[in-house]
C-alpha cells in the first residue's frame, strides 16, 4: 500500500519543525553552498513535492499547480508558513537576480517554473529589470554580469559527457568554453562553482522532475519511452544533495524498467565528487534529511 499524501495539517508540522531539523543549511540571504554544508553528523534539508495534476502539451503542471509546489516546497525547506517570508530571507531588494533555467528542446526547466521563481522574487522586493532568466547566453546577459543573487533551476536527465544533467552541471555555461570540463566524466563539474560569477550567489536550487529522462545513448539522444511523469520538483539550498536525491530517482526508475542495478552508461561521478573531492555540498542519503509533500505514488525514493 502507498503512503498517504501528505495533508496541509502535516505540511504546516513539517514548516513548524524546519528550523530546527533543516538548521546544518540556514535560511541566509548570501550564504554560498560551501559554507552551507552540513558539519560532520548533521544534515542537509531537500524537499520533495509532487502533485499528480495532468502534465500539459510543454511537460509541466498549470501554472497555479506548479507556483503551489514551488511554494509548498521552499515552505518546507526554510521554516516558514509565509512564502513571502521565505523567499525575503532569500534575496533582498537590492539584489541583482539571475536565474539560471536550461532550454534543452526536449526537455526543458519549462515557463511555468521559470515565472512561478520570478514572481516569488518580485514578491521579495526585487524590480522586474533587476531579474534575467537565461542559459546558454548568461556570460554576455546583463542582468547576469551584474548578479548579486542565482537561482538555479533545471530538469533531471540522464546524460552523455556527465551520466546525469544535474544542477551542478547547470552552471557550465558560465564557463568561457564549457566543453573544457567534459573530461573524465565531467567529474570536475564543481569547480565551475569558485568562478567569479557565480561563487557564493547561488539562494535556491530546483530540480525540476516533472518529466525525467532515465536513459539515453548517444549525445543529445532523447527517447520518449525513457520519460516518465513523475510530477515532482525537488529543492534545497544544497545543489549536491538535491542532484544526489534526483539520481536516487532515476536510479531506481532504471531498476524498475529494466529489472536489475543496470548502471548508467556514463557514470554520474561528478555528483560525489562534488562532495568528496570539491567539498560544494553533500551527497550522503545518509547526511540528507528528505521531506517529501503531496503525492505519494510512485515517489521511488
Not at 539560471?100 to 515565472?115: D, M
Not at 539522444?221 to 513523475?230: G, I, M, P, R, V
Amino acid at each position: 500500500m502507498s503512503p498517504k499524501p501528505v495533508t496541509r495539517r502535516d505540511f504546516l508540522k513539517v514548516a513548524a519543525a524546519a528550523p530546527l531539523a533543516g538548521a546544518a543549511v540556514p535560511a541566509v540571504r548570501g550564504l554560498s553552498p560551501s559554507t552551507a554544508r552540513a558539519p560532520a553528523g548533521d544534515k542537509v534539508r531537500v524537499v520533495l513535492v509532487r502533485d499528480p495534476a495532468p502534465l500539459g502539451p510543454g511537460g509541466a503542471p498549470p501554472a497555479e499547480v506548479v507556483q503551489r509546489m514551488l511554494d509548498d516546497g521552499v515552505r518546507a525547506l526554510l521554516g516558514e508558513q509565509d512564502v513571502v517570508k521565505a523567499w525575503k530571507s532569500l534575496i533582498g531588494p537590492d539584489d541583482v537576480v539571475g536565474i539560471k533555467t536550461n532550454s534543452w528542446r526536449y526537455i526543458p526547466t519549462t515557463a511555468e517554473v521559470e515565472q512561478a521563481l520570478k514572481r516569488r522574487v518580485m514578491d521579495a522586493g526585487v524590480a522586474e529589470d533587476r531579474i534575467g532568466i537565461d542559459d546558454q547566453g548568461v556570460l554576455r546577459h546583463p542582468v547576469f554580469q551584474k548578479a548579486t543573487a542565482l537561482v538555479n533551476a533545471r530538469p533531471m536527465r540522464s546524460h552523455y559527457w556527465s551520466g546525469v544533467g544535474s544542477l551542478i552541471k547547470n552552471y557550465i555555461m558560465f564557463a568561457p568554453r564549457p566543453s573544457a570540463w567534459h573530461g573524465d566524466a565531467c567529474a570536475d563539474l564543481a569547480k565551475i562553482w569558485d568562478l567569479p560569477a557565480v561563487k557564493g550567489k547561488t539562494r535556491l536550487n530546483v530540480l525540476v522532475m516533472f518529466t525525467p529522462l532515465f536513459h539515453s545513448v548517444g549525445p543529445h539522444n532523447y527517447a520518449k519511452e525513457y520519460t516518465w511523469d513523475y510530477k515532482g520538483l525537488i529543492l534545497s539550498r544544497d545543489p549536491v544533495a538535491a542532484d544526489a536525491t534526483g539520481l536516487r530517482v532515476i536510479q531506481a526508475k532504471r531498476r524498475e524498467h529494466f529489472g536489475d542495478d543496470r548502471p548508467l552508461p556514463v557514470a554520474p561521478h561528478h555528483i560525489r565528487l562534488a562532495d568528496t573531492r570539491h567539498h560544494l555540498g553533500t551527497s550522503d542519503p545518509a547526511r540528507i534529511e528528505l521531506v517529501k509533500l503531496g503525492w505519494a505514488e510512485g515517489a521511488m525514493i
